[in-house]
C-alpha cells in the first residue's frame, strides 16, 4: 500500500485508490493512513468526526464507515496489478478491528511521511557532521515530497487539524536547515529568491529572517537587510507584544556595524524573546 499525505490525500493498494470521496470516509483513512500500521482508538476516531459531542449512533456510523473503507479495498485486491492482486485475502485483514480501535496494515508500500522523516534525519546527521554539501542535498530530496499543504483536501477536524500542524512544523524544520545548509556553501545569491517568498509567507519567523538578512548582506544589499529587520520587529511588537530574540537583534548590529564575515549562530528559540516594554 502506497501512502501520499503530504499534498493531497492518495491511497493506493495493488496500483488502485481505495480513497474515498465522501469527507467522512475520507476523514478516517486519512487518520489511519498516517498511523498505518498502530492502532488508532475508537474514541480518536470519534473525535475527529464528530468533535467533544458526537451523536449517539456515532459508533455505529463509524462502522459503517469503515465498511465502506473495506469494500474499497476489496476492489483493490480483486482487480489491482500489484502483487496481492486476485488474491482472495479478505479486506478486514488489511483494515483490521482491533481491541479498543481500527488498525490500517500497509505492507511494504512507501508511505511518503515515513519518507521525508527518513530523509530529513538523514539530513539533519550530515548538518550535524558539518557535511554540507550532503545535508543540503538530502533535506532538499525531502522537501520535493511534499506537493502542498499537508492533507490539503481532507476536511480535518481535532486530531487530523493537530497532525497537519506537526507535519508544517517539520517541514519548516527542513526547510530552515536546508536554507542554512545551502548558506554555508555560499549559495546567498540562489536563494534569495526563496527567501524573499518566505519572509513574506511567514513574517515572524525569526530564523528565516535571520537568513534572509544575511543573504542579503552577503549580496552586496546592506540597506535590505536591515529593512527586513525592521519589518520583522515592526511585525513581532504589533502582533504579539514581543521584541525580536537576542541572536537575531545581535545579527542585526552585526550588519549595521561592520557586517557578518561568516555565519552566525543560529537565532533562539522563540522562547528566548522579551515582551516589549
Not at 489511519?32 to 476516531?45: C, E, H, K, S, T
Not at 502542498?148 to 481535532?158: I, M
Request: hydrophobic share 40%; glycine share 8%; net charge positive.
Amino acid at each position: 500500500m502506497d501512502i501520499d499525505v503530504l499534498g493531497t490525500l492518495a491511497v493506493r493498494l495493488n496500483g488502485v485508490s481505495i480513497t474515498p470521496t465522501a469527507p467522512k470516509p475520507r476523514q478516517v483513512l486519512a487518520l489511519l493512513a498516517l498511523q498505518a500500521g498502530q492502532v488508532v482508538p475508537v474514541g480518536a476516531l470519534t473525535e475527529e468526526l464528530w468533535g467533544s459531542k458526537p451523536p449517539r449512533s456515532a459508533r455505529a456510523t463509524l462502522q459503517t464507515y469503515i465498511l465502506q473503507l473495506r469494500e474499497l479495498i476489496g476492489a483493490a485486491l480483486e482487480t489491482g496489478t500489484g502483487e496481492d492482486a486476485g488474491q482472495r485475502r479478505p479486506a478486514k485483514d488489511v483494515l483490521m478491528t482491533v481491541p479498543g480501535g481500527y488498525l490500517l496494515k500497509s505492507g511494504d508500500g512507501v508511505i511518503d511521511v515515513r519518507e521525508f522523516e527518513r530523509l530529513a534525519g538523514s539530513g539533519y546527521r550530515a548538518m550535524d557532521a558539518e557535511d554540507y554539501p550532503q545535508a543540503a542535498r538530502l533535506l532538499r530530496q525531502a522537501l520535493t515530497l511534499w506537493t502542498g499543504p499537508a492533507l490539503a483536501d481532507v476536511q480535518a477536524g481535532p486530531q487530523l487539524q493537530t497532525e497537519a500542524r506537526r507535519l508544517e512544523e517539520s517541514r519548516l524544520c527542513a526547510l530552515d536547515q536546508r536554507v542554512e545548509a545551502d548558506l554555508r556553501l555560499g549559495r546567498h545569491r540562489e536563494l534569495l529568491a526563496e527567501l524573499t517568498v518566505l519572509v513574506n509567507r511567514y513574517p515572524t519567523h525569526e530564523s528565516l529572517c535571520g537568513q534572509y538578512m544575511l543573504a542579503l548582506y552577503r549580496s552586496g544589499r546592506r540597506g535590505e537587510a536591515l529593512d527586513a529587520y525592521q519589518r520583522l520587529r515592526a511585525t513581532l511588537v504589533r502582533t504579539m507584544g514581543l521584541e525580536p530574540s537576542p541572536a537575531l537583534a545581535k545579527l542585526q548590529r552585526s550588519v549595521l556595524m561592520s557586517g557578518p564575515d561568516t555565519l552566525p549562530a543560529r537565532p533562539a528559540a522563540r522562547a528566548a524573546v522579551a515582551p516589549v516594554g
